[in-house]
């Protein structure tokens, strides 16, 4: 009998929807994309970051990783460095010590993220990383250099400090002045304790070289009595390694009275300055005009630059600055201590630090100076409307900051006079994930809402239209199954090697994540057809990051916990090793078995569900490296029930053996790639309105497509069972 022959030249990625596109799959699990054939391989698996390794040094203690990050310091890889957090500890991963990778703590004492909880959140700048987690105090880290291994220790107390400002300076303290006495010529009084200071400074042009340039106060009493009082004030803020100036110190007042019938010096004032803490590089000093009641301007208080100290360790300043060579007025905008000490999230954009204002202010951004990250002025702050509810996350988009809320989205553009505007763009999509946030070229921003990953494509600018892109309308399946109050776990990232977007959730009730769904960007072209979707399964993820070159790395997400000291701990690397990481035994790491690659083929009908068919054949086309073998198992009509047929070699059906990859004598066979091959499987099973088959496998296979053989009488589907 005559068959039809159903063909599916590039085998589609997961949909789970009924009715599904035949070309997809019901299943699709541990694969990647071939680049050569556009099939699914089974090349995928982890294994760990420290190449050559015995033991799990230096990650033997270890717990679940709850963060991880990795900062470019130049381009190329070159001081690169890994950040992450476990058991409220952040750590380093240092490198640049010589052969031997070190694990560094920064910090400890951490707050340790509830399963309801994200990690904390990096944000990388010119001056260093910037984290915050919503509990602790913003801190910044820049470790580079730190030389080796004794080096670094010492110096690493000095690559963290919290970040912007705890508070106002100590008051910049004058000590007590004792005017010169009031007849010239006579010798200059000795200093009669209780920190008294006499600085006399020349009053004439031409007293002595730069004459009438210093001192400050009244120069002249033409009273007998003592008075011509000089008042003035100092304050002092600090300025830290990244150019920023903090608030002010309260102003210090000093004043003095010159004896009477004192004339020709005017006097000098030591002022005893405070050191800022770790990150202050310099100390500005302000000083106002005398204004005392026998001065010109009484009453005028305002500051005015006298000199910068660039150094934190000089504690002593001695002001003789006349009025009329003060500096520039102190700042007219108040600049703050760190407005958002429990910050939970920033971002960089417009030259702007963006904090949130955490649990406390959940629905407030402050931002900084442009340019001056840790510079907050007491107006900078932006109070968003109360519906879209709390801030969950921030994320710069080329000229737009993303503002993703409870309920919402918002974003923050540049206005025209230099300030900010906001303005919402859903408030029927939102996102409470804030690691799943990832750019992904071609599509836009990429995040995992209730319902689905979306992806926000477009621009806000002139003409330009945006839209929110539901990128998981087939895999309602699959989405369902992600925990709900444990979203703030889920974790994304984009590989530009890989082109894949990986996001990791917990499901089934996990608190933590046990399910990756990857998006694969070279199905995208052809979405309409074919789904870009496959699932990852044994990938312990607890947080991702990527190298320079695109490289994912994992946190592991159980570590020491587990108790045994021989299995995983520490950071991973996802590769194409075909190993689901290592086991410590017999003192070294022995790589785990690969991981079960699955493909179970999207519901069929043929065209009518309601004729039965009877498929006689599947032919797999296979690319083989001669060993593995392969059984397919096939269903109908939905039933959970499998026929498994006969197991075949990888081997070409009607053509000479070929030689086995890695097993061939070098010079005796010509082996160059693997080879294209026809599988065709014999079905037994009676009539079926619906089938599908599945390939299970650990062997190393790319399924490059598939195509069925069936026949058709038209006999009808019975009519249903009566009640």
């Known amino acids: 009998m005559r068959q039809s022959v159903y063909q599916t030249p590039t085998p589609g990625g997961i949909e789970t929807r009924l009715q599904q596109n035949p070309q997809n799959a019901s299943e699709a699990q541990n694969l990647r994309i071939d680049k050569r054939t556009g099939g699914w391989s089974t090349r995928v698996g982890y294994e760990p970051y420290v190449t050559g390794a015995t033991d799990w040094d230096p990650f033997a203690s270890v717990g679940p990783i709850t963060s991880l990050h990795v900062a470019q310091g130049l381009t190329g890889g070159a001081r690169q460095h890994i950040l992450f957090e476990e058991d409220g500890n952040l750590h380093l991963v240092y490198e640049a010590s010589g052969t031997q990778t070190l694990l560094k703590t920064l910090a400890t004492d951490r707050h340790i993220p509830a399963p309801t909880e994200a990690g904390s959140w990096y944000t990388d700048t010119a001056y260093g990383t910037v984290i915050t987690n919503g509990v602790d105090r913003p801190v910044i880290v820049k470790p580079w250099p730190l030389g080796d291994n004794t080096e670094s220790s010492s110096a690493l107390p000095q690559c963290i400090r919290g970040f912007g400002f705890e508070g106002r300076p100590a008051p910049a303290l004058a000590n007590l002045v004792k005017p010169y006495p009031a007849s010239p010529g006579t010798n200059p009084p000795k200093i009669s304790g209780g920190g008294a200071v006499t600085l006399w400074c020349p009053t004439a042009g031409d ?26 004030a100092w304050s002092v803020s600090f300025v830290t390694d990244t150019g920023s100036e903090g608030p002010l110190s309260t102003p210090a007042e000093q004043s003095w009275e010159l004896p009477g019938s004192a004339e020709g010096f005017r006097n000098g004032c030591a002022v005893n300055l405070p050191t800022g ?117 921030l994320f710069p988009h080329y000229n737009d900051l993303l503002v993703f809320r409870e309920e919402s989205i918002d974003v923050v553009r540049r206005n025209e006079g230099g300030g900010f505007t906001v303005s919402t763009i859903s408030d029927s999509v939102t996102c409470r994930a804030p690691h799943s ?104 993820v607890g947080a991702l990051a990527t190298l320079h070159d695109g490289t994912v790395l994992f946190g592991h997400n159980v570590g020491d916990e587990s108790g045994d000291a021989n299995t995983e701990r520490g950071v991973f690397v996802m590769s194409g090793k075909r190993a689901l990481g290592a086991t410590r035994s017999g003192g070294a790491l022995v790589d785990n078995d690969p991981p079960t690659s699955v493909y179970r083929s999207a519901w069929h009908a043929f065209g009518d569900p309601q004729q039965q068919k009877q498929v006689s054949y599947v032919t797999l086309w296979m690319l083989t490296t001669g060993q593995p073998e392969v059984q397919i198992r096939h269903y109908k009509d939905f039933s959970l029930t499998a026929t498994k047929e006969a197991t075949y070699r990888a081997q070409p059906p009607d053509a000479a053996e070929m030689l086995v990859l890695d097993s061939a004598e070098l010079g005796k066979g010509a082996y160059r790639d693997e080879r294209l091959v026809p599988l065709r499987f014999s079905v037994a099973h009676q009539s079926a309105a619906w089938f599908c088959f599945e390939v299970k496998t650990a062997d190393d296979l790319v399924l490059v497509g598939y195509e069925y053989e069936y026949t058709s009488k038209g006999t009808r589907v019975v009519a249903g069972v009566r009640v």
Request: proline share 7%; hydrophobic share 40%.
């Open 207 to 232: 007293a002595v070289p730069d004459g009438g340039r210093w001192g400050i106060g009244l120069g002249k009493n033409e009273s007998t009595d003592p008075g011509a009082e000089s008042l003035f």
């Open 277 to 393: 803490p770790q990150g202050v590089v310099a100390r500005k000093l302000y000083r106002t005009a005398n204004y005392s009641e026998d001065a010109k301007n009484p009453e005028d208080t305002a500051l005015y630059l006298i000199d910068i100290i660039r150094n934190n360790v000089d504690t002593v300043f001695f002001d003789a600055v006349r009025t009329a060579n003060l500096g520039n007025p102190a700042p007219e905008r108040l600049t703050l201590p760190l407005p958002a000490p429990a910050a939970r999230f920033s971002a960089l954009f417009a030259g702007c630090m963006f904090l949130d204002g955490g649990v406390a202010e959940p629905r407030t951004l402050f931002f900084s100076t442009a340019g001056l990250i840790e510079q907050f002025p007491d107006t900078n702050f932006i109070e968003l409307a109360s519906r879209g509810g709390g801030i969950t996350a």
């Open 437 to 540: 946030i990832a750019t992904v070229p071609g599509l836009g921003v990429v995040f995992l809402a209730r319902d689905g990953v979306y992806a926000l494509t477009g621009g806000f600018e002139g003409g330009a239209t945006s839209d929110l892109i539901n990128l998981t309308v087939t895999l309602d399946g699959l989405i369902e199954r992600i925990t709900p109050d444990l979203h703030p776990r889920a974790v994304a990232v984009y590989s530009s090697k890989e082109r894949e977007y990986q996001l990791h959730v917990p499901v089934d009730g996990n608190d933590r994540p046990n399910l990756g769904l990857v998006l694969h960007l070279d199905r995208l072209a052809v979405i309409e057809t074919l789904s870009p979707w496959t699932s990852r399964e044994g990938f312990p």
